[in-house]
């Protein structure tokens, strides 16, 4: 029997406040969501790899202002941009991460350079600008990433001591990171993860987006995960190794252990937010305690889908 190739994205779990969602609006994050999961397939279709399938589907991601990552990253207390991202390839079980990162378009990409061209995991602020410049990266400068929504969002609590994640106004109403895991025809997965964090963060203040085991983690003999949420909460749950941690110890299948950390253990200790799942046969997780997450799939047996709400 031919393997089940298949990948899923996310664009952030939460929904935009009220009135701010217009059919118009929504139908841009669709559009955006079924873009990346097309460019990741496609590359699963053509027979590459489950780590340029998640790469390929980010870097959409990343360029599409809507999302909180690469083009559309929130503001940070100093007025500047700080994103993480990470990618895991659960073949391998390599991993590349990269942390307070300003100027380049495409984080997910570094993260990917990190994994592949040094010889870490996890590279942070002006040490992973140095590598970058090494390989050559081109900086773009700040009116790349100015967006008037973002900046207005900032505004209203700059100078506070209060951080918010992306489009809120009030906490929780929505998370923007992005990611994707994809399984490949090979029965190899990987999973990839891209943020601006939160709006007014400081004090370097770095989410669970770029650490293996909390918001990213493949490894081919469980599953693949990327996380979007309260990422502070989703750290000291350490969420994604925890999914894969209930399918080795305790046989529950990606969906079982995937519902299980959402639904149940994160929320214990206080966390929300949501993840996508992939196991080596191609089988896809994607929940969410939140009342919503921007999410996509498509599977070689199946057709994209492409969702927002429950
Ligand atoms: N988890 C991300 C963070 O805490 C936020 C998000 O999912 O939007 O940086």
Redesign the pocket.
């Known amino acids: 029997m031919k393997n089940i190739f298949s990948i899923a994205i996310h664009g ?2 939460g929904t935009l406040v009220k009135g701010m969602m217009t059919p118009d609006i929504e139908a841009r994050y669709k559009n955006d969501l079924k873009t990346a999961t097309d460019a990741g397939y496609s590359v699963l279709e053509a027979g590459n790899t489950a780590v340029e399938a998640v790469e390929a589907a980010v870097v959409v991601l990343e360029n599409s202002p809507l999302f ?1 990552a690469g083009k559309g990253a929130v503001f940070t207390a100093n007025e500047t941009h700080e994103m ?1 991202a990470s990618i895991m390839d659960g073949k391998t079980l390599n991993a590349g991460s990269v942390s307070l990162i300003t100027g380049i378009k495409n984080p997910v990409s570094l993260a990917r350079d990190v994994m592949e061209k040094s010889e870490h995991v996890f590279l942070a602020g002006d040490g992973a600008h140095e590598f970058a410049k090494e390989l050559r990266y081109k900086f773009e400068d700040a009116s790349y990433f100015y967006d008037e929504l973002r900046h207005q969002q900032w505004l209203q609590i700059k100078d506070t001591d209060s951080f918010q ?2 489009h809120s106004v009030k906490k929780d109403s ?4 992005v990611g994707a895991v994809a399984c490949d025809k090979y029965g190899n997965i990987a999973a990839a993860t891209s ?1 601006g ?2 709006t007014n963060k400081k004090w370097g203040r ?4 770029p650490m293996i085991g909390s ?1 990213n983690y493949a490894h081919n003999k469980t599953c693949a995960i990327s ?6 909460y ?1 750290i000291r749950g350490v969420v994604a190794y925890d999914v894969a941690c209930l399918m080795e110890h305790k046989g529950m299948t990606v969906d079982q252990a995937a519902q299980e950390v959402i639904h149940k253990r994160i929320l214990e200790i206080g966390g929300d ?1 949501g993840l996508i799942a992939v196991d080596a046969k191609g089988n896809i997780s994607m929940p969410f305690n939140t009342e919503g997450m921007y999410r996509a799939s498509k599977s070689s047996n199946g057709a994209v889908e492409v969702f927002i709400y429950k």
């Open positions: 952030g779990a909180n993480d994640l992306d929505k998370f923007g990171t943020t964090g939160m770095v989410g669970d987006s918001g996380c979007t949420g309260s990422g502070e989703f937010g």
